[in-house]
């Protein structure tokens, strides 16, 4: 079992003015030591991270992200990291 550290970054963004609500901006990282891959680690949600965590370590392959039509089966991704014994712990 392989445990990632991960925070929540999360913040508000506003434009400052009075008659706007300020919009949440959901953000989380993964601890750069357990998690060496180059790139941004910011993610804006913990299915990312753990899709994230899934090509690290060779289990599944980086999405295509400029094709259209190419989806991320989003439970294959949480099923697959439960089953290679991945944990997420908020610090």
Known sequence: MKTYE??????WVSNG??????????C???NFEDFPITGSHSRH?????MLDI???NGIMEEPDWEDEEFEVDWGEVE???DEH???????
Not at 45 to 49: Q, R, S, T
């Open 6 to 11: 991960i925070c929540d970054d999360t913040y």
């Open 17 to 26: 003015c009075d008659c706007c609500e300020p919009t949440e901006f959901e």
């Open 28 to 30: 989380y990282n993964v």
């Open 45 to 49: 949600d913990i299915d990312e991270l």
């Open 54 to 56: 899934l090509v690290e």
């Open 79 to 81: 099923r697959l990291f």
């Open 85 to 91: 014994g991945f944990e997420l712990e908020f610090v």
